[in-house]
């Protein structure tokens, strides 16, 4: 799992700035309007070979009044809660305030690692008299940083890897599924892990967003051992009032991130909603196994044909993840768990596979012979051979004698001619095209 490191500081400071800076991607919105980034927004920052989320919160106002400066310290509180290394964003030219004080006091109290970042030192060679105030926050050496230039940030993000670890890179070897139960808020994913664990583990409420945090619970039974992580609901971004909903985003992207499978777990009273896209995109960028399970099907009217209804429409709702199996549940009955269990161990291995070069190629050469590869002005495609580069997903490699004849129906008819073969059901696969003209030369 990424460590995660949180850019904290009062409004306008150049936070948004310097994550953009740290992050090499113009993400948040940057304006000189005290507030503008309300979201919190995560991104992923690599440096001297080492990953980190980066996450860039809204500015905190420590007595504000105000509901939205009031929501934004809340998120921020949320962020540093989360964090493994607190990014303090200070401004040189305003010098120390009475908010940066209460900030750093806040920060203290919280007993995280503090690196302190004395922004808008735009000036190279030494930096201006007022840096050296920062030393009265007592949160160590400050250290002088332009995020628009881009000076210090390396001193800066040589101080934020003293405090963060790799993670544990052995994690998959331990014989456990990691399951992550993502969906958005009160589609039952704290039900399911009760009546899977067959006690309350997890506060079970009406009231959308009750399970704020990520929570890890172990299993055990016939089928293996699993640690289950239930995750917060992902909501759509609509009221101010639900800004803290949003931060489940990144608690869902984490989760993600730790898991082998994922199960989408929708509402059948509901529905396929926009929200179930954005929650189901995500463990699909992600490569994970995925399982769509449609919960409460005990509290729909049915009749011979409502299940292959909404089967069929989900395909079709589910359309750029045709691969994933769909499964109808109750967490409250306990019906077809079992089956979940069982399809959580098959997606798994399908996600696992790894085929050998010899079988690809009788595979593809067969798939070519059936449909001629494509031409453009005279020129066909021609696939080399493909090999296997990894798993999980099972990702291949296709070398070509040009690239952009490898279009993308091609390749999606190369792909289910694979699948139709080895299964991959449950699974995303990737495909990269190398290109490799044995005419030239």
């Known amino acids: 799992m990424k460590s995660v490191v949180a850019i904290v500081g009062r409004p306008n400071v150049g936070k948004s700035t310097l994550f953009n800076k740290l992050c090499g991607q113009r993400l948040p919105i940057v304006d000189d309007t005290p507030g503008v980034t309300r979201d919190r927004i995560f991104g992923d920052c690599e440096w001297l070979g080492k990953n980190f989320l980066l996450v860039d919160t809204g500015g905190i106002e420590p007595d504000s009044s ?147 945090d990520a929570t890890d619970t172990f299993v055990s039974n016939e089928h293996g051992d699993y640690l289950l992580i239930d995750t917060a609901g992902l909501r759509r971004k609509s009221r101010v009032d639900d800004q803290i909903e949003k931060y489940s985003i990144i608690r869902a992207k984490m989760a993600v991130e730790r898991a082998t499978v994922c199960v989408i777990m929708i509402d059948a009273t509901e529905g396929f909603t926009e929200q179930d896209s954005k929650v189901a995109g995500i463990a699909h960028e992600q490569g994970k196994a995925c399982i769509i399970a449609v919960n409460k099907w005990d509290a729909l009217e049915k009749d011979t044909k409502t299940m292959d209804n909404f089967r069929k429409k989900l395909m079709n709702d589910f359309s750029f993840m045709s691969y994933a199996p769909i499964i109808f549940i109750s967490a409250k009955t306990g019906q077809r768990i079992e089956r979940l269990f069982e399809l959580i161990n098959f997606v798994d291995g399908q996600n696992a596979m790894r085929i050998s070069t010899g079988k690809l190629n009788d595979v593809l050469a067969d798939a070519t012979a059936r449909v001629q590869p494509p031409t453009d002005k005279g020129r066909r495609l021609k696939i080399y051979y493909m090999t296997q580069a990894s798993t999980r997903p099972p990702t291949f490699v296709a070398f070509v004698n040009n690239k952009e004849l490898f279009h993308y129906s091609y390749q999606r008819y190369i792909d289910n001619q694979i699948r139709e073969v080895f299964g991959l059901e449950g699974t995303p696969t990737r495909l990269i095209i190398r290109e490799r003209d044995h005419n030239k030369g």
């Not at 003293?162 to 544990?168: A, F, H, R, S």
């Not at 006690?199 to 704020?212: K, L």
């Open 66 to 212: 105000d509901i939205i400066l009031s929501q934004m310290r809340r998120q921020a509180e949320l962020a540093i809660d989360s964090a493994q290394c607190i990014v303090f964003v200070t401004d040189v030219r305003t010098g120390i305030t009475a908010s940066d004080r209460e900030v750093a006091a806040m920060l203290q109290k919280s007993g995280k690692p503090v690196v302190l970042c004395v922004n808008k030192c735009d000036t190279v060679g030494e930096p201006p008299l007022e840096f050296y105030e920062f030393y009265n926050l007592g949160l160590g050496d400050p250290i002088a940083v332009s995020s628009v230039h881009g000076h210090g940030t390396g001193d800066l993000l040589d101080e934020v890897l003293k405090y963060i670890d790799d993670g544990d890179e052995n994690e998959d070897d331990d014989g456990v599924i990691k399951v992550a139960v993502i969906g958005k808020p009160n589609v039952g994913k704290s039900s399911l892990v009760n009546a899977v664990c067959g006690e309350e583990r997890v506060i079970v409420s009406n009231i959308a967003g009750t399970t704020r």
